[in-house]
């Protein structure tokens, strides 16, 4: 991907989490009451930072897109951008997104607009919706078009809830993507990478993937930062998928920075909410403050199975 139109962007976000929020040694407990058995101490997930997991116990999966994406698009309504197509990645249902966005489509006028389905990604369909949207915008996109990414996953099992190493929150978001000075989120440089990983669930092959990834993250980093003329001194945040201070150790050292690049606000009450993890880490960090105009950041998503992606965003 070469790099990109400097007013590609995210132009708002807005993210959906439940109320309730209940202590990971009590969801390992009801986890092990269902036979899935974890292949990690609640001691050693817990010294990843993790403390909670959200639960969705009121809301449908439908009316958590609902939540997400409603102030989205009536904001995008104010500035009279249109919405030309959605992108929706879930990983946790497979029901068909037409039942799901009804009452959006019907209350905002959107009924012809295409809702297209994601997959094969994991937790790295941020970056799918990333790249499928600028494929847009470099065609006959106009100033006023914009592309919605929609992600929202609520586990109805034990097995949607863990995949006995990681625990899985439930949410949603979503995030509208433009070609137009009203982005505050610039994507100057953006990149993929799929190895492909066969695993199959075995613990072997599992051990595998977690010890060599590392280095295919490092590889599409330091291909980002080299399409972008930045280097590693530059970045002032890294937004990754919320994989634990364990992790994140690993990669800052594989990555030559320090682990305090790595924003590790919502790791605690939040943790793991596949796709929605970088969505949700932008917008609280640009929020606090802890974001400042000017600054450059790198996402870094990681997909089980062997994708991963990563960008280069400017704030401003």
């Not at 959006?104 to 790295?124: N, Q, T």
């Not at 993929?192 to 280095?215: H, N, Q, W």
């Amino acid at each position: 991907m070469k790099p990109v139109n400097t007013l590609f962007g995210i132009t708002d976000s807005c993210v959906y989490l439940p109320v309730n929020r209940t202590p990971v040694g009590l969801v390992m407990h009801r986890l092990g009451e269902q036979g899935a058995a974890m292949r990690i101490s609640e001691e050693e997930y817990g010294s990843g930072g993790f403390r909670e997991v959200p639960e969705e116990n009121v809301c449908s999966l439908e009316e958590m897109i609902y939540e997400a994406s409603a102030p989205v698009l009536r904001r995008a309504a104010e500035r009279g951008a249109q919405v030309k197509a959605i992108l929706f990645a879930s990983v946790t249902t497979d029901a068909a997104a037409g039942s799901l966005f009804a009452r959006l489509l019907r209350e905002f006028s959107l009924e012809d607009v295409p809702v297209v389905r994601l997959a094969e990604y994991g937790c790295a369909m941020f970056h799918l919706s990333l790249r499928l949207a600028y494929a847009y915008f470099a065609g006959a996109a106009g100033e006023d078009d914009a592309v919605l990414f929609v992600t929202a996953d609520k586990a109805r099992s034990a097995r949607e809830r863990s995949d006995t190493y990681m625990l899985f929150g439930d949410a949603a978001s979503a995030a509208s993507f433009r070609n137009s000075p009203a982005v505050r989120h610039r994507v100057l440089a953006s990149g993929m990478k799929a190895d492909g990983i066969a695993y199959d669930l075995c613990p072997e092959r599992v051990r595998l993937y977690f010890s060599t990834f590392y280095l295919s993250v490092r590889q599409l980093v330091r291909q980002v930062l080299r399409q972008a003329g930045a280097s590693m001194n530059d970045i002032a945040m890294i937004f990754c998928t919320n994989l634990g201070l364990g992790t994140w150790s690993i990669l800052a050292k594989i990555l030559g920075c320090p682990l305090e690049l790595f924003y590790a606000d919502t790791l605690a009450g939040e943790g793991h909410l596949h796709n929605t993890d970088i969505v949700m880490n932008i917008e609280k960090a640009a929020v606090s403050g802890r974001l400042r105009k000017g600054d450059l950041y790198l996402a870094v998503s990681v997909g089980f199975g062997g994708y991963y992606g990563c960008s280069l965003h400017q704030y401003g």
